[in-house]
């Protein structure tokens, strides 16, 4: 059997208390701001993956494939939160693309 999370961030163990994990620092996925700026995204780009490759659009849209509005420039890398110039419609595929590859920009400079 699998090992099992505990869910309390209190637990003890061999009399010993264990750390609360860190709360994620992305908070603001739950303001309103955060929402209404990823509905505006997703809306402005007809609801359908903005990627582009070889000069082709993504034709990957909603209601098939789940859309994420990605910050152009990370909020890590100091991109604006709210502002939607500094959004995009991305489906799973290339928001997960272009995540790794921001992660890796940040770690070769
Ligand atoms: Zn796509």
Redesign the pocket.
Known sequence: MALRIMKTGLASFNGKRLVTPPKRAASIYQTPEYRAWREAVIARAGRQ?E?VERGLR?T?AEPHHRMFADHRVELRDGGAEFDPSNGQC??G??HTAKTAKARADRRHG
């Open positions: 993956c990627a993504c990957k991305l489906c595929a290339h």
